[in-house]
């Protein structure tokens, strides 16, 4: 007989972008006239810089070449993406990260939810309400639901998780936050460290959109004191580069992290995972290691750095803009997410109506990331200029 995981039926369907896309078509088939602007999915819009384009087209030409030709990489990603990732992301800013310590993968979605499978059964699971729902979904999969800990991300925490009274095993933290918009400052992240420290929890730390960091604030965990004992960070080159359909991140597991087990011996993260990346994941294509390491170079830098700064600039401009006509906004500054407090009288899915009928604005409801997210909206600034200036109008149009 087949038997299923029976934690699948655990999940709860998911059904926020399935009822936006309903309500959205629905409003445009009995509104034709009207044009809507799209300001809720958080995928890119701006094509893939220049140097990533030519790298792809020299690497299908050395694929399609016998001389050049290469068939299964090293499952840990090519040394040459390895060694650039750490020089640049890591020795560079002054971090001490090794290139055997990086694992190339097809992004940071994957690896935050396939590095449950080095973990046992019953942890105690720290995630922050609202939050990016894979952390979530991924744990309730491995049969953790009844030990999640959800950690209020509000106006008083400065919507990101502070650390709980009691011992958690997994704690997974993102900043810039995905939906909040929230950084974390090096304080924050150095009491996280100490907690986890002193708690004997691993930190599971999401740097997606560490690119649009634009202040002082930490990209890397493994800036504050400590972290290299406690934490494993998952990068991604999908924000920072348009890489959302090119597919390429990577995960850094530091080779002192270690666990201690039930009969008191210390096993090494970094070699479960090269274990589990060894056997069940052959790589990330030639052509698109190359491509990832064409964004460390000058041109490349430059080149992601513009597309970045265009997207801040549509943040600032929505942020701005609603502050104006009086909306509580946060987020918007070290991320491509404005988190927009509704007026009273609404929730997050009424004020989402408003907007989509009034403004012809599609937003994504702050509930739908979690119990906390109720009376938010959040508003993505990976649109265009130009949409993103017509949008604020007709938004603050509605004011007046
Ligand atoms: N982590 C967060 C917080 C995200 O918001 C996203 C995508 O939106 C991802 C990870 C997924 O990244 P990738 O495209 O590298 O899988």
Known sequence: MITINKNYLDLEKSYLFTDIA??????????????????????????????????????????????????????????????????????????DIDADDIFVSDGAKSDTGNILDIFGPNLKVAVGDP???????????????DSIIKLPCTAE?????????????????????NPTGSVMDHETMQAWVDYALENKSLILFDA????????????????VNGAKKCAIEFRSFSKKA?????????????????????????????????RRQTTKFNGVSYIVQKAAAAVYTPEGEKQCRENIEYYLRNASLIKEALEEVGYEVSGGKNA?????????????????????????????????????????????????????????????????
């Open 242 to 274: 348009g890489f959302t359909g090119v597919r390429c991140g990577y995960t850094v597991v530091p080779s002192d992290l270690t666990v201690t087990t039930e009969n008191g011996s210390e096993i090494k993260l970094r070699e479960l995972w090269n």
């Open 131 to 145: 939050v990016y729902p894979v952390y979530l979904d991924t744990n309730i999969m491995a049969g953790n639901k």
């Open 22 to 95: 309903r309500k959205v078509n629905a409003f445009e088939k009995a509104n034709p006239d009207k044009k809507v602007i799209r300001l809720g999915i958080g995928d890119v819009t701006l094509p893939l810089p220049q140097v990533c384009v030519d790298a792809l087209k020299e690497g299908a030409e050395e694929m399609g070449n016998k001389e050049t030709f290469r068939g299964y990489g090293p499952e840990q990603g090519y040394p040459f993406l390895r060694d650039i990732i750490a020089k640049c992301d890591f020795s560079d800013r002054g971090i």
């Open 208 to 223: 997606a959109y560490e690119a649009f960091i634009s202040d002082d604030s930490p990209h890397s965990i493994y800036e």
């Open 157 to 177: 925490t400065n919507f990101q998780p502070v650390p709980p009274s009691k011992p958690v095993d997994l704690i997974y933290l993102c900043s810039p936050n």
């Open 336 to 400: 491509p997410y404005v988190w927009l407090s509704i007026p009273d009288g609404h929730t997050s899915w009424s004020f989402f109506d408003y907007l989509l009928e009034n403004a012809n604005v599609v937003t994504t409801p702050g509930s739908g990331f979690g119990a906390c997210g109720e009376g938010y909206i959040r508003i993505s600034s990976f649109g265009s200029y130009e949409d993103c200036v017509e949008a604020v109008e007709r938004i603050k149009n509605l004011k007046a």
